[in-house]
């Protein structure tokens, strides 16, 4: 296989798209999983794969083999990951439900707020 991923490489460098094809194929199942377990949910896990392939089509002409093309495309993949993970909204606010208050009264939650403190 190895002689046959060098190949395709090689190819896809020369702008051989159906080589291209051939290493997306070889390689979805393994960027896929790795987006999914990092991202959490199908929607982002199939963004992240899509952009790894095609940042990888991208900057192709700048892998020169020293180390394995699986390897090459899981940083990209796991770069995109960590990118969008930064990149989400973050919500600061609790959503507070009505009758929340009435449930705390219900258990008996003692209530600090009459406690004096010595100063």
Request: negative net charge; charged residues 25%; hydrophobic residues 40%.
């Amino acid at each position: 296989m190895f002689n046959e991923e060098k190949g395709l490489i090689l190819l896809t460098q020369k702008q051989d798209f159906r080589a291209f094809e051939k290493l997306v194929g070889l390689y979805e199942n393994m960027i896929y999983n790795l987006a999914y377990r990092v991202m959490g949910n199908v929607e982002d896990a199939e963004d992240v794969l899509q952009e790894t392939f095609f940042n990888a089509y991208k900057a192709i002409h700048n892998f020169r083999q020293e180390s394995k093309f699986s390897t090459w495309l899981y940083r990209i993949a796991y770069n995109l990951c960590l990118a969008k993970i930064k990149n989400r909204p973050h919500n600061n606010s609790i959503d507070i439900q009505d009758g929340v208050f009435e449930k705390i009264q219900a258990n008996n939650l003692h209530d600090w707020s009459a406690i004096q403190t010595t100063s």
